[in-house]
């Protein structure tokens, strides 16, 4: 079955340093990956998504890329800001026509500190 | 606000009582999922509708839950004669179907199971 693994927080980190967090998956298939974040007190929102082997999702400085060879989609910035705490959650979605669930990873608290 | 909706935000109950959520999705899109969410762990997908048609069902939704769409609209899930272990977060997203579909959240709706 499908499975997503990302690394486990919480990830703490000082404002203004570089940040990755691994994905990586199993799918059958060709699935598409997004990166979800979820604020504290608020749902969940896409950051982020790629569609195809070698595509790269970048939305508000985040950046991944979709890897099928180590079948990967680690996110990274490359200066992180307070206001970027958030939970973040890797997924994917197998089925060609987006109709089914998704399946998401356990998700990665991120705390930035001033 | 145009984004996905959901009533109530908390809901607390006794075991054994029957609870019902309610999800109303844009309006443009024809795809409904509902997902489950327990702490420290991301969505896990429940059912799917397509339209008023309820396509697919997790195995994690057991014979007292129940979801429905009729017209196509809003949705409902209700679980019947709840357990403590029901306790989670109850997620609606939405998409307007497609390949390469992007879902979009509701805030979720909180049960607690007393």
């Known amino acids: 079955g499908n499975s997503v693994t990302q690394m486990e927080g919480p990830v703490t980190l000082s404002e203004e340093a570089f940040l990755t967090i691994n994905c990586t998956y199993t799918a059958t298939g060709y699935p598409s990956l997004f990166w979800y974040v979820q604020y504290p007190g608020e749902g969940l929102q896409l950051l982020l998504k790629a569609t195809k082997a070698d595509d790269k999702g970048s939305n508000k400085g985040f950046e991944a890329t979709y890897r099928k060879e180590t079948t990967s989609f680690h996110l990274e910035k490359g200066s992180v800001q307070v206001s970027d705490s958030a939970v973040y959650f890797c997924a994917l979605s197998s089925s060609g026509g987006g109709a089914d669930g998704l399946t998401f990873g356990k998700g990665t608290h991120l705390i930035i500190q001033p | 606000d145009t984004g996905v909706s959901q009533n109530p935000r908390h809901k607390i109950t006794k075991r054994g009582q029957n609870v019902t959520f309610r999800c109303d999705p844009i309006s443009e899109h024809n795809r409904l999922y509902w997902y489950r969410q327990t702490l420290g762990q991301g969505p896990e997908f429940l059912t799917y509708?397509?339209?008023?048609?309820?396509?697919?069902k997790s195995r994690l939704l057991s014979d007292r839950f129940s979801a429905e769409r009729p017209k196509g609209s809003f949705s409902t899930l209700e679980i019947q004669r709840t357990e403590q272990g029901d306790s989670a977060m109850y997620l609606c997203?939405?998409?307007?179907?497609?390949?390469?579909?992007?879902?979009?959240f509701g805030p979720g709706t909180r049960l607690l199971v007393l």
């Open positions: 997203a939405t998409g307007p179907g497609g390949l390469q579909e992007t879902q979009y």
């Open positions: 509708f397509q339209n008023e048609a309820q396509l697919e």
